[in-house]
Structures are given as structure tokens and as C-alpha cells.
Nanobody
Framework: QVQLVESGGGLVQPGGSLRLSCAASGSILDINTMAWYRQAPGKERELVAYMTQTSNTFYTDSVKGRFTISRDNAKNTVYLQMSSLKSEDTAVYYC?????????WGKGTLVTVSS
């Protein structure tokens, strides 16, 4: 079982930046994949980025060049650095861990991009 807690969400102006954090209950080195998803109002949840144990990364086209996923193994934490934020980035952002075919979700953190 993996417990995940997101933090770092809030209100930010267009063009601004935020760094989201996802703290895991155990060593993230033991988790196959860490991912960030988001769900905008009235939309389905979508994959934003992921990082595998071998440090392979993926970003959805809409965030490429603006978002960066990273990790700090000593802190058992995965980050999503978000820059040049747009109104369409407004969503609840969720951390997900996938290990041995099982998925584990955090409760989410709200990011609102508005002037």
C-alpha cells in the first residue's frame, strides 16, 4: 500500500509558476512509476506527466516545455514544476503511484490560474 499526499496548489496569475509536491509513504525507489494527472471542471481526468524508475519521462503535449517532473529520493517526494501557467491549466492535480500493476492516488490539490 502506498499513501500519497499532494501539496503546493493555490491561486496563481497567468504566466506565473507553482511547484506541486507529492510525498509518498515509502521509498519511491520501490515504485514503478510516479505520475501527475489533472482534472479540470467538466472534464475527464488526464495524464500530465510521469517518471519511471529508470527516469524515463513523459509529458502531454499541452504542457511540454512548461512543466517538469522530478524527484527527491531522500525525501520520498515527487515534484511537478509548473511554469508559464495558463487559464486552461486550472484543475485539481492528482499524484498517482503505480507499482506491480496497482494504482494509488492522492486526494489532489487545486490549482487555479486566474487574474
Amino acid at each position: 500500500q502506498v499513501q500519497l499526499v499532494e501539496s503546493g496548489g493555490g491561486l496563481v496569475q497567468p504566466g506565473g509558476s507553482l511547484r506541486l509536491s507529492c510525498a509518498a509513504s515509502g521509498s519511491i525507489l520501490d515504485i514503478n512509476t510516479m505520475a501527475w494527472y489533472r482534472q479540470a471542471p467538466g472534464k475527464e481526468r488526464e495524464l500530465v506527466a510521469y517518471m519511471t524508475q529508470t527516469s524515463n519521462t513523459f509529458y502531454t503535449d499541452s504542457v511540454k516545455g512548461r512543466f517538469t517532473i522530478s524527484r527527491d529520493n531522500a525525501k520520498n517526494t515527487v515534484y511537478l514544476q509548473m511554469s508559464s501557467l495558463k487559464s486552461e491549466d486550472t484543475a485539481v492535480y492528482y499524484c498517482k503511484a503505480v507499482n506491480r500493476g496497482m494504482g494509488y492516488w492522492g486526494k489532489g490539490t487545486l490549482v487555479t490560474v486566474s487574474s
